[in-house]
Structures are given as C-alpha cells and as structure tokens.
C-alpha cells in the first residue's frame, strides 16, 4: 500500500536542508532502487530560496512501517522538520 508522508519544515531550514540532503536522498534513491517510490519532492516556499515541506509517497507493508521510516529520515535527526504526518494513500491517475 502506498503511504504519502507530509512534512512540514521548521523557519529557515534551508542550511539545514543542505547539510542532511545527501542521506535524505540516498534513502529515497533506496525506495526508487526497490519500485516502491511514487513521488518525492519539496515544496519551494514563494518567498524566498528556501522549502516549506516535504512530500513522499511509496509503498510500505504497513502504516506502522512507513512512519517508522519517516521518523528514521535524516532531514528529522537534523532537525529540518518541524512535524510529519503519514497517512495512506491510494493512487488514482494517471
């Protein structure tokens, strides 16, 4: 099943974002590797060079499994992320 996990960066993230950003990737390049990725990308904030969030959507066995790997993500341990929410996701279109 798919699971989209929502974050939300905290204020002025970006220099945090550069230093973690190879192991965030490395681990989404992982999901891709394994035919689990959908989608994963951030969402630019208007104002400024910098993201407000985080969007992935994949595939895990569980809810369970898949907020264990959001909460694993280096963008948390960096301290990037102000919050993240799992939810299940089902794909529709295309």
């Known amino acids: 099943m798919y699971f989209a996990i929502i ?12 230093t973690a950003r190879p192991a965030h990737i490395k681990r989404l390049e992982t ?43 280096p963008y948390m341990s960096a301290g990037v992320y102000a919050n993240v929410m799992v939810k299940p996701y089902k794909k529709v279109l295309p």
């Open 31 to 73: 999901l891709r590797d394994e035919n689990r990725l959908l989608i994963a990308g951030p969402f630019p904030d208007p104002d400024s060079d910098g993201f407000t969030g985080s969007l992935v959507v994949a595939e895990f066995d569980s809810l369970k499994d898949a907020q264990t790997w959001a909460d694993a993500d």
């Open 7 to 18: 974050s939300q960066d905290i204020e002025n993230s970006l220099p945090l974002r550069k």
